[in-house]
């Protein structure tokens, strides 16, 4: 055994802290203030990374107010075609050159609009194919006594990630969105012990379709109703890498909280 492999800890973590703006704010003086706002916490942290994931019409707006390297910026939906006709719709080509990194895919509300698996397997691959992290979102609408959500989730994860290769499986993040916990209040959020359950499910999957060491370096993220009253139970004791924010994010010191208790935790 050579000196680095005694001495070498495994590397831990960069917490992950997304927030999802969904069809907000109405214009970009509102979405440019709120983003400076979560930036000036955004560039103290050492632990966590936050990602703003803003309607597409903004992004040109926020790449040109910060360049660096402390907070990116999302997308919150793509294309998979690189280019053509296809009214209404932005390729990942078009969000590379406004500067996103991240882009969500399989969004609960997305779904809701008629998009199944197979629809968010092609943007999944279009998005890490193309050199961006891809945010998969999965969740079921309701819990069952039979298990039947288990099943569920199984498959928006496989069919998500299938064909996926090891090496671009480190450019996806799993955001774990119960539809259920989604835009409520904190009280209706996933308790920290059923998070942990999910996570602890979820990883499991991962690890059967991938190497061990590779499923476990995947962000394992939680969505739903987070707010600064939940977030610091949650991330401590719900086996999760970080959050997927969205009424708490369109308030920058909201947000800037959840952050800093994040890089807390
Ligand atoms: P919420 O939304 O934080 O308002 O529940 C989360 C999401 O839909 O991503």
């Known amino acids: 055994m050579g000196r ?3 001495y070498s800890m495994p590397k831990k973590k960069q917490k992950l802290v997304i927030a999802n703006w969904k069809m907000n704010p109405q214009t970009s003086i509102e979405a440019e203030h709120i983003f400076q706002e979560i930036k000036k916490t955004a560039v103290k942290l ?3 990374h936050a990602v703003v994931c803003s309607p597409a019409i903004f992004l040109g707006d926020l790449q040109a107010i910060y360049s660096g390297e402390k907070i990116s910026i999302g997308a919150q939906d793509v294309f998979w075609e690189k280019n053509g006709s ?3 719709e932005v390729s990942v080509g078009q969000l590379k050159d406004s500067g ?4 969500l895919v399989g969004h609960s509300e997305r ?3 008629g998009e199944t698996n197979e629809i968010v397997k092609n943007k999944l691959d279009a998005v890490i194919s193309s050199g961006m992290k891809a945010v998969l979102c999965i969740g079921e609408s309701e819990r069952d006594d039979h298990g039947d959500y288990l099943a569920f989730i199984t498959e928006e994860l496989r069919s998500g990630l299938a064909g996926v290769s090891p090496k671009n499986i480190k450019n996806v993040i799993v955001a774990y969105e119960p539809i ?6 904190k009280e209706d959020a996933m308790s920290p012990h059923d ?3 999910m996570s602890l499910f979820i990883r499991k999957i991962l690890m059967s379709m991938f190497q061990r060491n590779i499923a476990s370096r995947v962000n394992i993220l939680y969505g739903g109703s987070v707010e600064r009253e939940n977030a610091e139970e949650l991330i401590k004791d719900g086996e999760i890498d970080g959050f997927l924010i969205g009424r708490a ?3 920058g010191k909201h947000f800037s909280d959840i952050l800093n208790i994040v890089e807390r935790s």
């Open 4 to 6: 680095d492999t005694i």
């Open 195 to 197: 998070m942990h359950q």
């Open 86 to 88: 296809y009214t209404g």
């Open 180 to 185: 259920w916990a989604i835009g409520k209040c």
């Open 100 to 103: 996103v990194k991240y882009v």
């Open 249 to 251: 994010s369109l308030e």
């Open 111 to 113: 779904r809701a609009l």
């Open 46 to 48: 050492k632990r966590t």
